[in-house]
């Protein structure tokens, strides 16, 4: 008799295990599901769109980018006026001659998430950076390195704004004294500010470090890579 039940109980608790293993399976069918959802016609016009206009921190996808042509998607150039036209925009000593443009694609996923984002980004740095810092973002992007945005300069943004945003950057001026407090690398455009929200800091060892150091930059062990 005892034998009996004890086998009844193995039993019940098989059949619950395959019952909640079931119920995970289906969330996780459900959740591949949503994902996995073709994207409408208004949305992949907008992910090309994003491209050919060069929306920074707005989101496209690989079909986009293979359209638009992948090499389009890393370039480095110099500034337009939509950049040098603002009073603002420039560091007292600084010249736009000094600057470039570096477009560059970022891949974002959350540590919790199955899925990913592509966001275009771009960051304005000093020229004597730019090769470097280009051939940095794209093997980040490649090897699919977490990077949320990368914003091309900030003004008026305070750093509490740009933490909970997690803007990266590397140029930035801001004539107002309003935004965020950079030191002088950022007004020569030599410092590269990456996620800097802290619960995404670069970690030492990883790959964000580990390239930017070899292309020798000093990591100050939160966001900070300096030439």
């Known amino acids: 008799m005892r034998k009996i039940l ?8 098989c059949a619950m295990m395959a019952s909640c293993a079931g119920d995970v399976a289906d969330s996780i069918d459900k959740a591949i599901d949503k994902g996995l959802q073709p994207l409408t016609e208004a949305q ?15 989101e496209t996808d690989e079909e986009a ?15 337009t006026e939509g950049y040098t036209g603002s009073a603002e ?16 694609l970022c891949y974002w996923t959350e540590p919790t998430d199955k899925y990913y984002h592509i966001n275009v980004g771009t960051l304005i740095c000093h020229k004597s950076i730019a090769n470097d810092v280009l051939a940095i973002l794209k093997q980040l992007y490649e090897e699919k390195y ?5 914003m091309p300069s900030l003004f008026n943004n305070p750093k509490s704004e740009i933490v ?18 950079v030191g002088d690398k950022h ?14 800091y670069p970690k030492d ?13 000093t990591w100050n062990s939160q966001c900070e890579f300096v030439k």
């Not at 004890?6 to 608790?13: G, I, P, T």
């Not at 925009?89 to 560059?104: I, K």
């Not at 977490?146 to 990368?150: N, Y």
């Not at 990266?168 to 935004?179: H, K, L, Q, V």
Request: aromatic content about 12%.
């Open 6 to 13: 004890m086998k009844v109980a193995v039993l019940a608790c």
């Open 44 to 58: 992949k016009r907008a992910h090309r769109e994003a491209l050919t206009n060069w929306s920074v921190g707005s």
């Open 65 to 79: 980018v293979n359209e638009f042509g992948y090499a389009k998607c890393f370039r480095v150039m110099t500034l």
């Open 89 to 104: 925009f420039l560091a007292p000593g600084t010249s736009a001659d000094d600057l470039r443009e570096v477009r560059a």
């Open 146 to 150: 977490p990077i949320l945005s990368l």
């Open 164 to 181: 909970l945003h997690n803007y990266s950057f590397c140029y930035s001026y801001d004539a107002s004294g309003e935004g965020y407090d």
């Open 187 to 200: 007004r020569q455009g030599l410092a590269v500010c990456l996620n800097p929200n802290p619960s995404y």
């Open 205 to 217: 060892g990883d790959k964000a470090v580990t390239l930017f150091t070899q292309k020798g930059f």
